[in-house]
């Protein structure tokens, strides 16, 4: 069994910028591909980016050159760098685990989301 904690969240103006961290629990981190997913009322869940056991990435088009995702094995870690925000980007962020593809296909595993909020 895998727990996802997420934190970093909160209330940013537009251009501003915020660090997601999802801490996992396990001796196997290292070998989860993971993932950021967001989510808003009334849309379905939208694949955000994700990172694979060695590093490689993928992004969703909408924050490609804004967004970072990047892991620390030796914390368990997986963060999420959001620089320039938008509006648009304003949901809960949730973090995945255990997914596998290309695309990302969602494991099992998910934390209980933070969200973010972007002011225009």
């Known amino acids: 069994q895998v727990q996802l904690v997420e934190s970093g969240g909160g209330l940013v103006q537009a251009g501003g910028s915020l660090r997601l961290s999802c801490t996992a629990s396990?001796?196997?981190?290292?070998?989860?591909?993971m993932a950021w997913f967001r989510q808003t009322p009334g849309k379905a869940r939208e694949f955000v980016a994700s990172?694979?056991?060695?590093?490689?990435?993928r992004y969703t088009d909408s924050v490609k050159g804004r967004f970072t995702i990047s892991r620390d094995n030796a914390k368990n870690t997986v963060y999420l760098e959001m620089n320039s925000l938008k509006p648009e980007d304003t949901a809960v962020y949730l973090c995945?685990?255990?997914?596998?593809?290309?695309?990302?296909?969602?494991?099992?595993?998910w934390g209980q989301g933070t969200q973010v909020t972007v002011s225009s």
């Open positions: 990172i694979y056991p060695g590093d490689y990435t």
């Open positions: 396990g001796r196997t981190f290292s070998s989860y591909a």
């Open positions: 995945n685990a255990g997914g596998s593809g290309l695309p990302y296909y969602p494991g099992n595993y």
